[in-house]
């Protein structure tokens, strides 16, 4: 199993610089091992590489995280950015709402790298990665967020008064959507889920002054899928979990 992860992270083949093999296996061990229990001794050893030549490319194990979180963030939106970019022609709401469909496609086609996104976070050694990869994915968002609020606004669809302080509010509230949304997925704990999704889905419409059920943060179709996954998912690392207990005992 822990190979398979391993996979699930690893950079491009033809990426073969010392540079870019200290970011894939500093990537594979923060994502299976942790960030704070992951030593650059242990990246050293992975690799095969003196520790001169780490030093070279990198002042820490923090400008290694630096690294780790840009690599993972820009390929988790290079597909979104690419699809975005076919929006020109549809009004501020039909893009902002594509702009969230897109979001949520690439966690249902991605479903292993975001459950392991997901389950990486929730680790206590990983609590600077936690916080590093939000920001990262709060720079990859900002921009496209801002320019469906920025249109929006000189359209008059949207009754703001700054798009770039309306678009770090929205993300906000995302982002406290999306600690129910990992509770519900990892835990099963779903009491909240439906009173959250009406909430943060209302409460955005009233800060953007449009009419309710016109933004759809979530596509809540494609999330039962998401969540269907991940229970099959828990059962079947369950089954393998047992499996090994009856082996081992």
């Excluded at 950015?81 to 893009?95: D, H, L, M, R, V």
């Excluded at 949304?181 to 779903?190: S, V």
Aim: contains cysteine.
């Amino acid at each position: 199993m822990e190979d398979q992860n391993t996979n699930l992270v690893a950079l491009p083949r033809k990426q073969t610089s010392n540079r870019e093999k200290i970011i894939q296996s500093a990537m594979n061990h923060f994502f299976t091992k942790g960030y704070s229990l992951t030593s650059i001794d242990d990246i050293l050893k992975d690799v095969k590489i003196a520790k001169g030549t780490f030093y070279h490319y990198f002042v820490s194990k923090e400008a290694v995280l630096e690294s780790v979180s840009d690599k993972f963030a820009d390929s988790c939106f290079q597909d979104i950015y690419q699809q975005f970019e076919k929006t020109q022609s549809i009004n501020s709401t039909s893009k902002l709402n594509y702009l969230f469909r897109l979001m949520m496609e690439w966690k249902q086609e991605n479903i292993e790298s975001f459950a392991m996104i997901l389950e990486s976070m929730f680790k206590e050694s990983n609590l600077s990665l936690q916080i590093n990869f939000k920001k990262k994915i709060q720079k990859q968002i900002l921009p496209l967020l801002t320019i469906c609020l920025s249109e929006g606004k000189k359209s008059g669809e949207f009754q703001i008064l700054d798009e770039n302080i309306t678009a770090g509010i929205l993300i906000h509230l995302i982002e406290g959507l999306n600690e129910h949304i990992k509770e519900d997925l990892l835990y099963g704990n779903d009491r909240n889920i439906q009173e959250a999704k009406e909430t943060y889905q209302r409460s955005i419409e009233k800060i953007l002054g449009v009419d309710t059920y016109s933004i759809r943060v979530i596509d809540w179709a494609s999330y039962d899928s998401i969540r269907e996954k991940f229970r099959q998912r828990a059962k079947t690392k369950a089954k393998n979990n047992d499996r090994i207990k009856e082996l081992i005992n």
